[in-house]
């Protein structure tokens, strides 16, 4: 198999790019990614270069895309704008990237008639009310509430009309929140495992009740790789890790963890429009693919997920005073 990996320097996608180099010793990878903010060369470091081919360029760009996906198998697209907080102050790049560059690699899978897994979220579907006994399921109507999340439902419903209207042969997957090594410092645990390894106190949006359902980004890459290899043609999946927490305990948990009292950190301003709960059923990925997750202990995957930043200052200083600068605007 070749496959091309669209945004595979960023978070989720690198993670999945050295999933699939272990998992598939006999695959090659070519990682497409413009290196915007979120890209990062660093992410893919290590990666014998003749099993994985790094291409920077842009997926709106049509002849790079079409020259691309002419010569590979498949192509597994997470190349995305993908923070709610800078879609609501700058909307435009996530029309670009999110809308039309989808678009661009339609039409180019379309032409040489390949395989595609387009990767999306759960923010599609809104969100839920704390104590609403019903979680997220295919089913589920879209209502996406940000620029981003209406950005990414508008990517997967061209998907969808790209696979009914001119039988392209794509899956989709909607995943919950990830949490791992390579994540931005603009999201919310590195940020305030950051903000404390800089001696600053975690910034809590609202009253920190929103609930997010966390999984780890081996559990994501994991679901992905399945989907590709078993998925049916045009079906959707929800991936999720049954990870509900509340952000004000993960904000404790990761306080205690780092040493520091479990009510050292403040209050801020609340996100507009900011989604109160997403949850997930994963049941059908899990009894129609058989996929299972493996690291359900949050706690222990949190802890990993501290010492790696703690272990990688090099790598999250560049990119933390910006970030911070961005937030203090
Ligand atoms: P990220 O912001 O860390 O990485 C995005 C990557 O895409 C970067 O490497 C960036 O350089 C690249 N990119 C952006 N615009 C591009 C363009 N026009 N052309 C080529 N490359 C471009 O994002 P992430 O958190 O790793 O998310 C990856 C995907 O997973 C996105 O599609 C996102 O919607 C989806 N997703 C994320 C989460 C999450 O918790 N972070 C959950 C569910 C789904
Ligand atoms: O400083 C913060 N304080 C805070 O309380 C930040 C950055 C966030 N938050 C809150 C907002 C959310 O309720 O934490 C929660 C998580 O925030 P983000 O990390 O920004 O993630 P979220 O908005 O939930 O979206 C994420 O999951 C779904 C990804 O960024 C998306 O790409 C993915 O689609």
């Given at each position: 198999?070749?496959?091309?990996?669209?945004?595979g320097?960023?978070?989720?996608?690198?993670n999945?790019v050295?999933?699939?180099y272990?998992?598939?010793?006999?695959?090659?990878?070519?990682?497409?990614?413009?290196l915007?903010?979120?890209?990062n060369?660093?992410n893919?470091e290590g990666?014998?270069p003749s099993?994985?081919?790094?291409?920077?360029?842009?997926?709106?760009?049509?002849?790079?895309?079409?020259?691309?996906?002419a010569?590979?198998?498949?192509?597994?697209?997470?190349?995305?704008?993908?923070h709610n907080?800078?879609?609501l102050?700058?909307?435009r790049?996530?029309?670009?990237?999110?809308i039309?560059?989808?678009?661009?690699i339609l039409e180019?899978v379309?032409k040489?008639?390949?395989?595609?897994?387009?990767?999306?979220?759960?923010?599609?579907?809104?969100d839920?009310?704390?104590d609403?006994?019903?979680?997220f399921?295919?089913?589920t109507?879209y209502?996406?509430s940000s620029?981003?999340?209406s950005?990414?439902?508008?990517s997967?419903?061209?998907?969808?009309?790209w696979v009914?209207?001119f039988?392209?042969?794509?899956?989709?997957?909607?995943?919950s929140?990830?949490?791992?090594?390579?994540q931005?410092v603009?999201?919310?645990?590195?940020?305030?495992?950051?903000e404390?390894?800089?001696?600053?106190?975690?910034?809590?949006?609202?009253?920190?009740?929103?609930?997010?359902?966390?999984i780890?980004t081996e559990?994501?890459?994991?679901?992905?790789?399945?989907i590709?290899?078993?998925g049916?043609?045009?079906?959707t999946y929800l991936i999720?890790?049954?990870?509900?927490?509340?952000n004000?305990?993960?904000?404790?948990l990761?306080?205690?963890?780092m040493?520091?009292g479990?009510?050292?950190?403040?209050?801020?301003?609340d996100?507009?429009?900011?989604d109160?709960?997403y949850?997930?059923?994963?049941?059908k990925?899990?009894?129609?693919?058989?996929?299972?997750?493996?690291?359900?202990d949050f706690?222990?995957?949190?802890?990993?997920?501290i010492d790696?930043?703690?272990?990688?200052?090099?790598?999250?200083?560049?990119q933390?005073?910006?970030?911070?600068?961005?937030?203090?605007?």
């Amino acid at each position: 198999m070749k496959i091309i990996v669209t945004g595979g320097a960023g978070f989720i996608g690198s993670n999945f790019v050295h999933y699939v180099y272990r998992e598939r010793p006999d695959w090659h990878i070519t990682v497409l990614d413009a290196l915007t903010y979120a890209g990062n060369r660093a992410n893919l470091e290590g990666l014998d270069p003749s099993r994985v081919t790094f291409i920077e360029g842009n997926i709106t760009d049509a002849e790079l895309v079409d020259k691309l996906v002419a010569e590979h198998d498949a192509v597994v697209h997470y190349a995305a704008e993908s923070h709610n907080d800078n879609s609501l102050k700058n909307p435009r790049p996530f029309l670009d990237t999110n809308i039309i560059g989808t678009y661009t690699i339609l039409e180019a899978v379309r032409k040489h008639g390949k395989r595609l897994h387009h990767i999306s979220t759960d923010e599609v579907y809104g969100d839920l009310e704390l104590d609403d006994p019903n979680r997220f399921t295919e089913n589920t109507p879209y209502n996406p509430s940000s620029p981003y999340s209406s950005t990414k439902a508008g990517s997967d419903l061209l998907v969808r009309a790209w696979v009914r209207s001119f039988g392209v042969q794509a899956t989709i997957s909607n995943c919950s929140n990830n949490y791992g090594p390579y994540q931005h410092v603009e999201k919310f645990i590195p940020r305030q495992v950051t903000e404390i390894l800089e001696g600053r106190r975690p910034k809590l949006y609202g009253t920190g009740e929103n609930v997010r359902d966390w999984i780890h980004t081996e559990d994501h890459s994991s679901a992905v790789l399945t989907i590709l290899e078993k998925g049916a043609i045009g079906e959707t999946y929800l991936i999720g890790a049954d990870g509900e927490k509340d952000n004000k305990s993960v904000v404790e948990l990761i306080l205690t963890e780092m040493g520091k009292g479990a009510d050292e950190y403040d209050h801020v301003n609340d996100r507009p429009g900011h989604d109160m709960r997403y949850a997930i059923d994963s049941t059908k990925l899990r009894t129609e693919l058989g996929w299972m997750p493996k690291f359900t202990d949050f706690e222990a995957g949190l802890k990993s997920t501290i010492d790696w930043y703690t272990a990688n200052e090099s790598w999250w200083k560049p990119q933390k005073a910006e970030t911070e600068a961005k937030y203090a605007k």
